[in-house]
């Protein structure tokens, strides 16, 4: 199978040879990850000049069309002494988070890592003068996190021949290429050179890069860290792993390495009036459908600019992080399981079991299941520590289990099906 149902733009999939790669698989066990946006625009956080600007908060240079010498000065105001890698990356683990992606260079082009390329960056251009991204690379290096780096590589409307910005500069006069080699390349080098190991480097919003541009990304991303992946926002089906459109879930599995990026409210980089906050159980859900779909849930959190990342934000992470520490079992290394397309379950699998989730527990508690190929030898429940068995009953093409009256867990209650 391939891309189907439009949540995977053809331009974002995966490119040829790497759904056998090994080096995704470490990604593939990971399910979960944690995005951060971060960066100048959580100073106005969806504020400008007393106005409310529509959308999501890290476009707010581009909404409200702000010239670079009125967006730029906000470097000397940004001073984030609230943030503490350590915490972070702490939250990430405690949300069961296994990798995370942070902006390095969002669309504004501000940079949050020292750039010889530039002085618009964290350490030359602002009060703080300190590298977060040096600071994360070492917590999540003694935390077990895996680090990646967002990097918006054909967007940046600071940079004179970046794409986007056409108030300030004549898209006519633009030379993009010249922006790719002479600034994108040596700061992707930076990013591969400074930090130790970098997991992955996730590009964004391709729009007109050409194939050829895209390339010379992946090979001087592959030549300088073997290991580090790619994602299909790269562009022009290069990525090593697939990208679904933001908060898309597709309808149906994929055959695909694939990722859904979220976010938990509906911005990326914080706006003080975001408050549309997604609950606990919508969260759970969404990322068990993701896992049911052969998927991975990159779940976004947008600090402010102190360096705090919103209340919301954390109460949900350590919820969904209490659950899968009991269900975790039926997330992480599974892929997607043998009965789908079904509303009120979904399933995943590993070798020799799968993984029963219930999302509506049925009245009495009787679980019908179109049965298996091999058959069920004993299922469970498996946030009960003694795994006692259900009652088991194949009929015909119909497998029947019969749990509790009431839904144990009314999220998602998972329940283990041993296979023969
Ligand atoms: O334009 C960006 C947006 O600001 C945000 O970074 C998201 C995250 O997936 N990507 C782009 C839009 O798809």
Redesign the pocket.
């Known amino acids: 199978m391939t891309v189907q149902d439009g949540a995977i733009p053809e331009a974002r999939s995966q490119r040829p040879g790497a759904r056998s790669d090994p080096r995704l698989n470490w990604w593939r066990e990971a399910r979960f990850g944690m995005f951060i ?1 971060w960066g100048l625009y959580a100073i106005p956080a969806g504020i400008w000049k007393g106005e409310q600007i529509p959308g ?1 908060g ?2 707010i240079m581009y909404r409200a069309r702000i010239p670079v010498r009125e967006y730029e000065p906000l470097a000397r105001q940004f001073n984030p002494v609230q943030f503490h890698a350590a915490e972070w990356v702490s939250l990430a683990k405690r949300a069961g988070q296994k990798y995370m992606v942070i902006t390095s260079k ?2 504004d082009g501000f940079c949050l890592f020292r750039s010889a390329y530039t002085e618009y960056n964290i350490v030359d251009g602002t009060p703080y003068s300190r590298d977060p991204l040096k600071e994360l690379a070492e917590e999540c290096a003694k935390q077990g996190v895996r680090l990646g780096f967002y990097y918006s590589q054909t967007q940046d409307w600071h940079h004179p021949d970046g794409d986007g910005n056409d108030w300030d500069y004549d898209p006519d006069k633009k030379d993009f290429h010249g922006y790719i080699e002479s600034y994108v390349m040596p700061q992707v080098r930076e990013l591969l050179t400074n930090y130790g190991p970098v997991a992955l480097i996730w590009f ?2 391709p729009k007109g890069i050409t194939p050829e541009e895209s390339r010379l990304l992946l090979d001087l991303v592959h030549e300088l860290q073997p290991d580090c992946l790619v994602s299909g926002r790269l562009g022009n089906t290069l990525g090593d792993y697939a990208s679904a459109g ?1 908060n898309k879930i597709p309808d149906a599995m994929v055959d695909l390495d694939w990722e859904t ?1 979220a976010t938990i409210n509906d911005t ?1 980089g914080f706006k003080s009036y975001d408050h549309n906050w997604k609950s606990v159980p919508d969260l759970i859900r969404k990322l068990v459908d993701i896992a049911s779909k052969g998927g991975n849930y990159l779940l976004n959190v947008g600090p402010t600019a102190e360096g705090v990342i919103p209340q919301p934000s954390v109460e949900r992470l350590l919820a969904m992080g209490d659950w899968l520490r009991v269900n975790g079992e039926a997330i992480y290394g599974t892929v997607a399981g043998p009965i789908q397309g079904m509303g009120w379950c979904r399933t995943t699998a590993k070798p020799g079991a799968v993984y029963l989730h219930v999302f509506d527990w049925p009245q009495r508690g009787e679980l019908r299941l179109p049965a298996l190929p091999h058959g069920v030898g004993r299922a469970y429940l498996l946030a009960d520590l003694r795994k006692a068995s259900l009652p088991l009953r194949t009929a015909g093409s119909e497998l029947s289990i019969q749990g509790p009256a009431i839904a144990p867990d009314d999220r998602d209650t998972v329940v283990v099906l041993e296979l023969a």
Do not use: G, L, S, Y
């Open positions: 946006h999501i890290e476009w969002h669309h964004d919003t933001d990026p990326w």
